[in-house]
């Protein structure tokens, strides 16, 4: 079983999340209910925010807080929205929306010409119309809306124009300014500014002292460097150290986040060198052997790995038997940016055949 991930297990609320701005705008927003757009960079907190204000404001969260994320769905299908568990009861319900939405000839036939923008502002009209389980609102929460289109926007004002006594509407995105002016003016601006160094470290303390995890201050301290502003990543990064190492001192964090950073590098190497961008495949196999220091033995190791994860069957085959030629030439000590290099051009030969 895949043990509880700390960013669940230890969610922060109002009173942990670590930017003192955001963190007094949330609570305001708790004593005197707004619409907001929470905006801020990627793992800087803001769904995290969200969801501690829900906590804060309603007596039933997991009813009253309703999560879309904006990005998969709008990926979605018409027909994977209507099989959707979340949405497809929307479309089937007895009232006066649902009721157009149906042809009539058949109890769940559907009218195949609704666009799906009209499918989706359906399904949000209904989603703020029912009322609350508990208190006076609902809070419906639009997260990565960096790519709701105009129309949908457009949709949606409308619905925070009808609902805004029973439904609570927060936007978090990256791009505040990709939405419309008549959005921005209805809706209060929560900044969630990337966290500095000192917040990580101290959200990284409360989560190991309630985990009861030997740490150290460097330890800490190496966690918060590797993720860079990026909570998420920070919290993640001290988990996957704990789990691996069974501790977080420096030594350990760096022992199991520089092979988490050496297998994303790989991957991102294997695509390059698939898509025939050989130079940006070969550039990250130099910071890999050379700024890194992975031996080449174990660059190739990470190599077939990823592969096996991406392709199957011929492709895989001949991948590994090419890498079995490269592999005794690295064990002969030869030159591995060279036999490595080999294999990648090979790879995107291989993968392009």
Known sequence: MEPPLWTEEHAPSLADIPQEQAREHLQRAVEEPMNLIVHGPKGSGKTAGVRALAEATHENPDA?????????????????????PRFGHFL?????????????????EYKREWSKREML??????????????????????????G???????????????????????????????????????????????????ETVGALERIVERE??????????????????????????AQTTY???GEITMNAAYEALNDVEADDQVETMVEAAAAGEFTDARSTLDD?????????????????????SKYSGD????????AGEIDADLVEGTNDRLHVSHLLAELGEIVET
Request: a negative charge; glycine letters at 6%; charged letters at 30%.
């Open 64 to 84: 009253d807080l309703i999560e879309i994320n904006v990005a998969d769905v709008f990926d979605m299908t018409k027909s994977q929205i209507r099989d959707d």
């Open 92 to 108: 089937e319900g007895e009232t006066e929306f649902s009721k157009q939405y149906r042809t009539g000839s058949k109890e769940n």
């Open 121 to 146: 502002s359906h399904i949000l009209q209904e989603m703020a119309g029912y009322a609350p389980t508990s208190g006076e609102y609902k809070t419906i929460l639009l997260d990565n809306a960096e």
């Open 148 to 198: 709701m289109r105009e129309d949908f926007q457009q949709a949606l004002r409308r619905v925070m124009e009808q609902y805004y006594e029973a439904t609570q509407f927060v936007i978090a995105t990256r791009q505040p300014s990709a939405l419309i002016a008549p959005i921005r003016s209805r809706c209060f601006p929560v900044v969630m500014r990337a966290p500095t160094h000192a």
């Open 212 to 237: 009861g995890v030997d740490y150290d201050d460097d330890g800490l301290e190496y966690v918060a460097g590797y993720a860079d502003g990026d909570l998420r990543a920070a919290t993640l990064g």
């Open 243 to 245: 789990e691996q190492q």
């Open 288 to 308: 890999l052997l050379v700024d890194e220091g992975h031996s080449g033995v174990d660059v190739l190791e990470d190599v077939l790995a990823v592969v096996r």
């Open 315 to 322: 492709v895989v085959a001949e991948i590994h038997r090419f």
